[in-house]
């Protein structure tokens, strides 16, 4: 069926008739998982409405802001310091992608056993099916797992990409290093977008960034009473829209919905019953639009309540310090504030395990999944710490893999199910 969008997704290279089967088969999942829910806040439409219109008004407004002269700079991991790009006047876009559609693409480039997100965004590439991808000026990728290290040397012969080298350690070498990459990565941002980084332009951007994080800290202590207000599933995508709408826009919405929230909360009404259990999620991230183990989780009676995740709390635990005056001052509070982040990349990380049992015990929950996708090795084998951890607390924990088909939906459902009993 013909779309207003469809000489844009043209320009932009895109196949045009997997591109349709893409939006239809996302529509129809969305239906199910998202527009089936009862008694959803009033201020969910704003998701709905964007996830409608995730390939079209967005992206138009992409190709407008470049007409004017803005860059658009994606990126795959929450290490990339979004402030930068921001007080260059570009556009940040979250490109991780969290659908199966493109995989066979990508087998033929990388191994099988390779992890979904991986296979996902080289797949979307390969098989022409994103309009982000095709709309950004750079693609900014990192050093952290090994997967996506070596997966960007092969995604730089079809896309314009740099690559940021993360440390592996905390010790004060590493933050050396990592100083060293943040001024690398400005003075590449400077490049591809003609515009200097004054310390003025960088203080409104890390203001901007920190608030949309203030925002999404404010939704997840409203989401964390009892009974709980909004589902697990409507917060993640929260998470998730976060990452490539624009951030003023999400905020002011995201603000309305809170302030909804908190009425729910205060008159008591909840969207799972008192005696659901509450359930956290802990591990690898989960992209657009990858529901299938929040929604196993919540058809299956139970009501997930955080996620320890960087599409969650890693990413908006820690706030930029906003103190600082100088240029050279304000970059070392963002070296300081993104060398907190936990990412199972780093060895020894005991600092994650301290922060899934805190975060455990502060939201009260009956137990812990630890989500690893299939042959992530830094989370997968992670788990079993994590599991020392949460047992030395007397949480327990159940850790599942999968990947992004639904094959084996039945199978987990069952685990689910078998936990829930357990934790009950
Ligand atoms: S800071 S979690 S966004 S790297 S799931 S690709 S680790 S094999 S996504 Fe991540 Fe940055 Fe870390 Fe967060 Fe590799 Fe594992 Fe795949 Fe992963």
Same mark, same amino acid.
């Given at each position: 069926m013909?779309?207003?969008y469809?000489e844009?997704?043209?320009?932009?290279?895109?196949?045009?008739?997997?591109?349709?089967?893409l939006?239809?088969?996302?529509?129809?999942?969305?239906? *199910?998982?998202? &527009?089936?829910q009862?008694?959803?806040?009033?201020?969910?439409?704003?998701?709905?409405?964007? &996830?409608?219109?995730?390939?079209?008004?967005?992206?138009k407004?992409?190709q407008?802001a470049?007409?004017?002269?803005?860059?658009?700079?994606?990126?795959?991991?929450?290490?990339?310091?979004?402030? &930068?790009?921001?007080?260059?006047?570009?556009?940040c876009?979250?490109?991780?992608?969290?659908?199966?559609?493109?995989?066979?693409?990508?087998?033929?480039?990388?191994?099988?056993?390779?992890?979904?997100?991986?296979?996902?965004f080289?797949?979307?590439?390969?098989?022409?099916?994103?309009?982000?991808?095709?709309?950004?000026?750079?693609?900014?990728?990192?050093?952290?797992?090994?997967?996506?290290?070596?997966?960007?040397?092969i995604?730089?012969?079809?896309a314009?990409?740099y690559?940021?080298?993360?440390?592996?350690?905390?010790?004060?070498?590493?933050?050396?290093?990592?100083?060293a990459?943040?001024?690398?990565?400005?003075?590449?941002?400077?490049?591809?977008?003609g515009?200097?980084?004054?310390?003025?332009?960088?203080?409104?951007a890390?203001k901007?960034?920190?608030?949309?994080?203030?925002?999404?800290?404010?939704?997840?202590?409203?989401?964390?009473?009892?009974?709980?207000?909004?589902?697990?599933?409507?917060?993640?995508?929260?998470?998730?829209?976060?990452?490539?709408? *624009?951030?003023?826009?999400?905020?002011?919405?995201?603000?309305?919905l809170?302030?909804?929230?908190?009425?729910?909360?205060i008159s008591?009404q909840?969207?799972?019953?008192l005696?659901?259990?509450?359930?956290?999620?802990?591990g690898c991230?989960?992209?657009?639009?990858?529901?299938?183990?929040?929604?196993?989780?919540?058809?299956?009676?139970a009501?997930?309540v955080?996620?320890?995740?960087?599409?969650?709390?890693?990413?908006?635990?820690?706030?930029?310090?906003?103190?600082?005056?100088?240029?050279?001052?304000?970059?070392?509070?963002?070296?300081?504030?993104?060398?907190?982040?936990?990412?199972?990349?780093?060895t020894?990380?005991?600092?994650?395990?301290?922060?899934?049992?805190?975060m455990?015990?502060?939201?009260?929950?009956?137990?812990?999944?630890h989500?690893? &996708?299939?042959?992530?090795?830094p989370?997968?084998?992670?788990s079993?710490?994590?599991?020392?951890?949460?047992e030395?607390?007397?949480?327990?924990m159940?850790?599942?893999?999968?990947d992004?088909?639904?094959?084996?939906?039945?199978?987990?459902?069952?685990?689910?199910e078998?936990?829930?009993e357990?934790?009950?």
């Open positions: 013909p779309t207003p469809d844009m997704w043209e320009k932009l290279n895109l196949d045009l008739e997997a591109h349709e089967g939006l239809t088969v996302l529509g129809k999942f969305y239906g *199910d998982i998202y &527009l089936s009862e008694g959803r806040l009033q201020g969910t439409e704003y998701l709905d409405f964007v &996830l409608s219109e995730v390939h079209g008004l967005r992206i407004e992409l407008d470049k007409a004017a002269g803005r860059k658009v700079i994606g990126a795959f991991c929450v290490f990339v310091p979004e402030e &930068l790009v921001l007080a260059a006047d570009a556009v876009v979250g490109l991780c992608a969290g659908a199966e559609v493109g995989s066979e693409a990508a087998e033929q480039v990388l191994p099988r056993n390779t992890c979904a997100l991986i296979k996902s080289v797949g979307f590439k390969l098989a022409r099916l994103c309009p982000f991808i095709e709309s950004c000026d750079l693609v900014v990728g990192e050093t952290t797992c090994d997967g996506k290290k070596k997966a960007y040397e995604f730089a012969d079809y314009p990409v690559v940021m080298e993360i440390p592996q350690m905390k010790n004060a070498c590493d933050r050396d290093l990592w100083k990459e943040m001024l690398r990565f400005k003075a590449k941002i400077e490049e591809v977008t515009q200097a980084i004054t310390a003025v332009k960088l203080k409104e890390i901007l960034v920190n608030a949309r994080r203030r925002m999404l800290r404010r939704l997840n202590r409203l989401r964390a009473a009892v009974p709980v207000p909004i589902s697990g599933r409507d917060v993640l995508l929260v998470n998730q829209i976060s990452f490539y709408d *624009d951030p003023v826009r999400f905020t002011k919405k995201i603000d309305e809170c302030d909804e929230l908190e009425a729910k909360v008591g909840g969207v799972a019953p005696d659901a259990p509450r359930l956290m999620l802990s991230p989960m992209a657009v639009p990858n529901w299938k183990v929040p929604y196993i989780i919540e058809s299956s009676g009501v997930v955080g996620e320890e995740s960087c599409i969650g709390a890693r990413n908006t635990r820690d706030l930029v310090d906003e103190g600082a005056e100088t240029l050279d001052a304000m970059l070392d509070a963002l070296v300081d504030r993104y060398m907190k982040i936990d990412c199972a990349c780093f020894p990380n005991a600092e994650r395990l301290d922060h899934i049992v805190a455990a015990r502060d939201l009260q929950v009956a137990g812990v999944i989500y690893g &996708l299939s042959f992530c090795q989370y997968a084998i992670e079993f710490k994590v599991g020392k951890a949460l030395a607390a007397k949480i327990p159940l850790a599942i893999e999968t992004y088909s639904m094959e084996d939906v039945g199978q987990l459902k069952t685990r689910v078998a936990f829930l357990m934790v009950r």
